[in-house]
């Protein structure tokens, strides 16, 4: 397991961007997948995008174009860049690990480790 603190969320209006970060307690002894999933109130918990250890990346098809992720060299910090915001991105933004995952997917069941959330609220 791992401990997970995210960052970054806050208000902002339609149109607008915000970087989310994830920090890991520790870095990980070999391959692993991050990933950043949503929840809406009422909705269920839904993936946004995966990061792997080696770089490669997924994001959910609804979201292409408007958000990307990334890892520092560490690959202990997780970052989500959001951009052209809509009032539907308004969510409780989690991070998540498989601190040994090979192939990363946008799953909520692969991912054991989870951080407490941030909250991401975009007005029209």
């Known amino acids: 397991q791992v401990q997970l603190v995210e960052s970054g969320g806050g208000s902002v209006q339609a149109g607008g961007s915000l970087r989310l970060s994830c920090v890991a307690s520790?870095?990980?002894?070999?391959?692993?997948?991050m990933a950043w999933f949503r929840q809406a109130p009422g909705k269920e918990r839904e993936g946004v995008a995966a990061?792997?250890?080696?770089?490669?990346?997924t994001v959910v098809d609804s979201l292409k174009g408007r958000v990307t992720t990334s890892r520092d060299a560490s690959k202990k910090v997780l970052y989500l860049q959001m951009n052209n915001l809509e009032p539907d991105d308004t969510a409780m933004y989690y991070c998540?690990?498989?601190?040994?995952?090979?192939?990363?997917?946008?799953?909520?069941?692969?991912?054991?480790?989870w951080g407490q959330g941030t909250q991401v609220t975009v007005s029209s």
């Open positions: 990061n792997a250890h080696g770089g490669m990346t």
């Open positions: 520790r870095t990980f002894p070999g391959p692993s997948c």
């Open positions: 998540a690990a498989d601190i040994r995952g090979t192939t990363c997917s946008t799953a909520p069941g692969q991912y054991t480790s």
